[in-house]
């Protein structure tokens, strides 16, 4: 099985992580590992595994992948395969050598423990020419000490930056690799489409040796309701006998399958529209003219020129997302409010229910109480009434 793998530190930001889950979607990507990941998103969504400090996040796309378990620590995050384990590391900029020196003990030590290759992708904020740079700093030293020591290859290729900010560029994310596991990793390359961070997208794939096996049970199958019923109407003038019948159902299915057949989801952001993937497009166009600018070395007026095109166009998407966002949350919160009891998921109100379904949910919810229960009851309501406010009272002015 070959695993394809996007790398991306988002620097906390909401629209660099909602680019980079429209980016997985589009090149199939089946697993995602990102450094600095925006909190807010990754703490109340559980698909992303993270570490205690919220400071590495993966997301497994694909959940037919062969992930078997999953483990962090401060700074580091690791899926573990049948026979190798993924880790994603991030270290800050701001902290000591020394202290830079214990994280990277730290994780060598964890993946000793762990008895399987690897594979260490990240942001380790270290320089060296070992991964292309243009120099090499005392983090870049140790980490070079740390590779040679366990013997680890390094895939990062050609010198197209990871990290760009105005005129200042640099390669500070890696991919390492250890034992047979090295031979396996091919088509690391840094793409520099929009992505709303400073940082670069980093792909690669994985060949993993984990076989596919047939499978005899019944596929599980993941639809919206939702989407079923109305895909459904649309093809119903379509069915004159039973053959019309199944082949309306099975294409509705496919229309409305939460998941793909491969496993990887097929839901996008409920903003996203056409007028985004065009402001995304012409955003890319800009960037890449800028790139050429700079690599032709024109004169600087030019190269400002196109800058400010750049940016116009960046700004124009955050514009364009955040009014998506913010239209799609008042569209479901109107939706809400038509819709108090959830029909358009096709649950079933209370209204709809039988008298004899009515009085047995009564039941379950307020249970009879006997006598001694009552006598409690009284006696807590009795102790607690002066506490509780009337309804009389009001707020009054004071003078």
């Known amino acids: 099985m070959l695993l394809q793998i996007l790398q991306i530190n988002t620097d906390r930001r909401r629209n660099a992580h909602y680019l980079m889950q429209r980016m997985a979607e589009e090149l199939n990507v089946d697993v995602v590992v990102i450094q600095e990941p925006n909190r ?11 570490d205690p400090g919220e400071d590495t996040a993966i997301w497994c796309r694909n ?7 999953h483990k962090s620590e401060h700074g580091f995050t690791c899926i573990a395969f049948d026979t190798w384990n993924l880790y994603n590391c991030y270290v800050s900029p701001n902290i000591v050598l020394g202290n830079f020196k214990e994280y990277i003990d730290r994780l060598a030590q ?58 200042q560029s640099s390669i500070i994310d890696i991919t390492l690799s250890t034992g047979e596991l090295s031979t396996r990793i091919s088509d690391w390359h840094v793409s520099q489409v929009e992505r709303g961070s400073l940082h ?3 792909l690669y794939r994985v060949e993993t040796e984990r076989k596919a096996t047939k499978i005899v ?15 459904f109407e649309l093809l119903s003038h379509n069915i004159v006998g039973m053959t019309e019948l199944i082949a309306s159902t099975k294409c509705a299915q496919k229309m409305s ?8 989801s097929r839901q996008q952001p409920a903003w996203w529209s056409e007028a985004i993937q065009d402001l995304r497009t012409a955003c890319n166009r800009c960037r890449r003219e800028l790139t050429r600018a700079r690599r032709a070395r024109l004169e600087p007026v030019d190269i400002a020129a196109k800058e400010a095109v750049y940016k116009e166009a960046r700004r124009s998407l955050r514009k364009q997302i955040s009014k998506a966002q913010k239209e799609g949350w008042k569209e479901l ?9 959830g029909q358009l998921k096709g649950y079933q109100t209370p209204y709809d229910l039988d008298q004899s379904r009515k009085l047995t949910l009564l039941r379950d919810l307020f249970p009879e109480m006997d006598t001694e229960q009552q006598e409690a009851h009284e006696v807590v309501h009795g102790a607690a009434s002066p506490l509780l406010p009337r309804k009389s009272w009001k707020w009054q002015k004071v003078d």
């Open 217 to 231: 049970r019944h596929q599980e199958i993941y639809v919206d309701a939702r989407a079923f019923r109305d895909a």
């Open 333 to 341: 919160c109107d939706r809400l409010e038509d819709d108090p009891w």
């Open 200 to 202: 670069n997208y980093v």
């Open 257 to 264: 399958q939460r998941f793909g057949e491969d496993g990887t």
């Open 110 to 167: 964890h993946i000793r423990n762990g008895r399987k290759d690897v594979v260490v992708s990240g942001d380790l904020n270290a320089k060296s020419t070992m991964w292309n740079s243009d120099s090499t700093d005392r983090r870049g030293e140790y980490v070079e000490e740390w590779i040679s020591e366990v013997n680890m290859t390094v895939h990062n290729t050609g010198r197209v930056p990871t990290f760009s900010r105005a005129e």
């Open 40 to 50: 807010a998103i990754v703490r109340k969504d559980s698909k992303f595994n993270t």
């Open 63 to 69: 959940r037919r992948c062969g992930v078997v378990g």
